[in-house]
């Protein structure tokens, strides 16, 4: 793990410094590669939100399943597989980004931790403990206002995660994750590097404004597709008359 963490580290090391060596603001610079790394992971979360969407669709389907084979589980899995394969759906895939992400979150935790040891540029020795905003050092943790912030935000992209699965809203562990989660990030923003914290509250607003276009797009998208299916039937009525 430590190999993967120092790998990642060293990778965001390189465009922490050329941004710093630009900006002169270690602050900004986090916020800056955050939306870099935002965007680089995009197409893997609107895949993880599509798949979120196909697969809130066949939840009648998978209760379904579930309760004829409730006690040959082999045959419950083999029938989840094929209706996963014919809706095209890989429930894997929403893992994915989350997989990514935290080993990039572990190397900026490194930086932040020992930015000698990833990056070479002196000035970097002073960035690492400069201030911003209301926080007088980002190597340091920040008690309560970021913190606070860390967990909003989480419960923010939970609530969003959920809204687009729809159905997801009865499952009893996805509703409890969706309150332990926040609780657990606020508790270990108060003491990670507030560096740390910062870049996972701006990637949760990232998150959040990724997860409103999606779901107003998919909302425009089905009431269109309910409109076209309303106008075939009204064409086939009007037909067989």
């Known amino acids: 793990m430590a190999a993967i963490t120092g790998f990642f580290a060293r990778i965001i090391g390189y465009p922490i410094q050329w941004i710093y060596s630009v900006l002169h603001d270690y602050g900004i610079t986090i916020i800056i590669v955050t939306l870099i790394v935002r965007l680089c992971l995009l197409p893997l979360y609107r895949k993880q939100l599509k798949t979120s969407a196909k697969t809130a669709g066949l939840q009648s389907q998978i209760k379904d399943i579930q309760t004829r084979f409730a006690n040959n589980r082999e045959r419950m899995n ?65 008690p309560w206002l970021l913190p ?22 009865s499952n009893g562990m996805m509703s409890t994750m969706k309150y332990f989660m926040p609780i657990m990030i606020f508790l270990m923003a108060r003491s990670f590097p507030a560096g740390l914290a910062l870049y996972w509250t701006m990637g949760n607003v990232v998150m959040i404004v990724q997860s409103y276009f999606f779901n107003r797009n998919s909302k425009k998208k089905q009431a269109q597709e309910e409109a076209e299916a309303e106008v075939l039937k009204r064409m086939k009525k009007e037909n067989t008359k």
């Open 78 to 142: 083999q029938e989840m597989n094929d209706l996963y394969a014919k809706a095209g759906v890989s429930p894997m895939s929403g893992c994915l980004p989350l997989l990514i992400q935290l080993p990039i979150m572990y190397g900026m935790f490194a930086i932040l931790r020992n930015p000698l040891t990833y990056m070479t540029a002196n000035e970097m020795i002073a960035a690492v403990h400069e201030s911003f905003l209301w926080i007088t050092d980002l190597s340091q943790p920040d």
């Open 148 to 169: 606070v912030l860390a967990g909003i935000t989480t419960y923010l992209t939970s609530e969003l995660s959920m809204a687009t699965q729809q159905a997801a809203g």
